[in-house]
Nanobody, 116 residues
Framework: QVQLVESGGGLVQPGESLKLSCAAS????????MSWHRQAPGKERELVAF????????HYADSVRGRFTISRDNAKSTVYLEMNSLKTEDTAVYYC?????????WGQGTQVSVSG
């Protein structure tokens, strides 16, 4: 069955870094665009970063551009989100999503907390 499993979240201080991973299985990973989204308490889920199937093209939310980097390894069926210079406002549950046409798969999320 389809699975997207995020990992790498945790509690860090402002200015520190984290790298999230999302391991996919049960579908042809290289055929799906991938994205990271986040949802903070009391707020709507928002797009953080997007990467095309080949990995050549990426897109970032204004709030994270220059600090976060999305990448993918199609051989490992994994998408990454490297997060640098973390801020308290980056605190949220982070989800990965796979998209092909009208088909979307979501992971279960991983908590990122920035405090200190």
């Amino acid at each position: 069955q389809v699975q997207l499993v995020e990992s790498g979240g945790g509690l860090v201080q402002p200015g520190e870094s984290l790298k999230l991973s999302c391991a996919a299985s049960g579908f042809t990973f290289s055929s799906y665009a991938m994205s990271w989204h986040r949802q903070a308490p009391g707020k709507e889920r928002e797009l953080v970063a997007f990467i095309t199937t080949s990995g050549i093209n990426t897109h970032y939310a204004d709030s994270v551009r220059g600090r976060f980097t999305i990448s993918r390894d199609n051989a490992k069926s994994t998408v990454y989100l490297e997060m640098n210079s973390l801020k308290t406002e980056d605190t949220a549950v982070y989800y990965c999503k796979a998209t092909m046409w009208t088909t979307n798969y979501w992971g279960q999320g991983t908590q990122v907390s920035v405090s200190g």
